[in-house]
């Protein structure tokens, strides 16, 4: 299974990835998350990204396409993937097709989850990480019980640095001038499968196996 996951900040992209990992066994791609380890690892690629991150901006196409493509050769990453936060731009779509083409492996799918403007900024202002366990957590959404159980594990629920409103408003603009453009590319190439993004996790998950036949 080989899939792109396509969908405004705080769609669900990163959720829903991390949900058909974990059922399917290939691993979630993230450009966010990688992009991350590598600001904090404090390398020569993070602090080249850090400061386009910082400001909602995308960093440069270059960076990104040597970071997937040297993600995508590692064992793992034989028996499919998913995709989350990469391609954003067209250039990067097309950047992807050439290297699955190469490999002789292309895309199965590409899933929009399509979720209202309100909703999203609800969710990436309440969004946290718990440090511990890792989960996506939200702190107007999750049950409390899940907020506690983090707390109880001596885990900090932690804020992204990029999940503040200015810099969340910057991230929608370019989701909408640069990323939204894919949603056309993917309709004409018979990829595109949409769901409505809003309700439960779980319910939202359902909605990606069956569009997926997963
Ligand atoms: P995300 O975790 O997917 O919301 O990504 C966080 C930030 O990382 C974005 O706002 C961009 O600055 C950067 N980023 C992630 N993926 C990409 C990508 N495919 N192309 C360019 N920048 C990216």
Do not use: W
């Amino acid at each position: 299974m080989r899939i792109v996951f396509l969908g405004a900040p705080g769609s669900g992209k990163g959720t829903q990835a991390q949900r058909l990992m974990a059922e399917h066994h290939i691993p979630q791609v993230s450009t966010g998350d990688l992009l991350r380890e590598s600001v904090a690892a404090g390398s020569e690629l993070g602090r080249r990204a850090k400061a386009a991150m910082a400001a909602g901006e995308l960093v440069s196409d270059d960076i990104v396409l040597g970071i997937i493509r040297e993600r995508l050769q590692q064992d793992d990453a034989a028996a499919g993937f998913v995709l989350d936060g990469f391609p954003r731009n067209l250039a990067q779509a097309t950047a992807l097709e050439g290297v699955l083409a190469g490999i002789g492996r292309p895309l199965d799918a590409a899933v929009l989850i399509d979720v209202d403007f309100e909703i999203l900024m609800k969710r990436l202002t309440g969004r946290r990480t718990c440090s511990v366990t890792g989960k996506l957590l939200n702190i107007h959404f999750s049950p409390k019980s899940e907020l506690d159980a983090c707390l109880k594990a001596g885990g900090e629920l932690v804020q992204r640095a990029d999940d503040n409103e200015e810099t969340i408003g910057n991230r929608l603009k370019v989701y909408r001038a640069q990323t939204e453009p894919l949603v056309e590319h993917y309709r004409a190439a018979g990829l595109l499968r949409t769901i409505n993004g809003q309700g439960s996790v779980d319910e939202v998950y359902q909605r990606v196996r069956q569009v997926l036949k997963a």
